[in-house]
T-cell receptor, first 110, second 116 residues
Framework: DAKTTQPPSMDCAEGRAANLPCNHS???????VYWYRQIHSQGPQYIIH???NNETNEMASLIITEDRKSSTLILPHATLRDTAVYYC???????????FGTGTRLTIIP | EAGVVQSPRYKIIEKKQPVAFWCNPI?????LYWYRQNLGQGPELLIR????????DSQLPKDRFSAERLKGVDSTLKIQPAELGDSAVYLC??????????????FGPGTRLTVT
């Protein structure tokens, strides 16, 4: 599976949009981009995934660049409950094996 | 819908002792995973089951770790004997095979193991 690179930490003001970047320059044509988050003392939680088109659901939006070498997860109106570690993962659809990195620790500031 | 259930939530044991973790996946989910998460790191896959069959156990340290999923539902992960380096959070996850949500893994809260 392709490797991903994320900043170790980010801060965002409550109510503002949180934009979390991820680089995956070695992604192959059939690999998807998945985002999970892990709130303190909980297991990871699925957020969103995409192949090449931008995606949106009730939690977030995923913007994938045209060359698919990077993506951005957008939380449109961050709340304190969005404070968590966010993992960007690249894998095949069905993702039988999620390879987590160290993620980005996002802190929402009141 | 009930989520993935794990027990115990916390366990403290002395080194060289055995320990077991239990997982009850979401009803109807055929695939079950065990992950280990060290402090400050992302989870790492130990073993994946499809129904009763372990289809990927390449990362399971087989000298001391064992797992079973006898009836294709609940699963148990065992460590015998435990070492200091086994201190970690052990996460169980499940997902359906095929279907609309087959891409999503649902995680339990984990068992935090401390070996002293």
């Amino acid at each position: 599976d392709a490797k991903t690179t994320q900043p170790p930490s980010m801060d965002c003001a409550e109510g503002r949009a949180a934009n979390l970047p991820c680089n995956h320059s070695t992604i192959s044509g059939n690999e998807y981009v998945y985002w999970y988050r892990q709130i303190h003392s909980q297991g990871p939680q699925y957020i969103i995934h995409g192949l090449k088109n931008n995606e949106t659901n009730e939690m977030a939006s995923l913007i994938i660049t045209e060359d698919r070498k990077s993506s951005t997860l957008i939380l449109p109106h961050a709340t304190l409950r969005d404070t968590a570690v966010y993992y960007c993962i690249v894998g095949n659809f069905g993702n039988e094996k999620l390879t987590f990195g160290t993620g980005t620790r996002l802190t929402i500031i009141p | 819908e009930a989520g993935v259930v794990q027990s115990p939530r916390y366990k403290i044991i002395e080194k060289k002792q055995p320990v077991a973790f239990w997982c009850n996946p979401i009803s109807g989910h055929n695939t079950l995973y065990w992950y280990r998460q060290n402090l400050g790191q992302g989870p790492e896959l130990l073993i994946r089951y499809e129904n009763e069959e372990a289809v990927d156990d390449s990362q399971l340290p087989k000298d001391r770790f064992s797992a079973e999923r006898l009836k294709g539902v609940d699963s148990t992960l065992k460590i015998q004997p435990a070492e200091l380096g086994d201190s970690a959070v052990y996460l169980c996850a499940s997902s359906p095979i095929g279907g609309r949500n087959s891409y999503e893994q649902y995680f339990g809260p984990g068992t935090r193991l401390t070996v002293t």
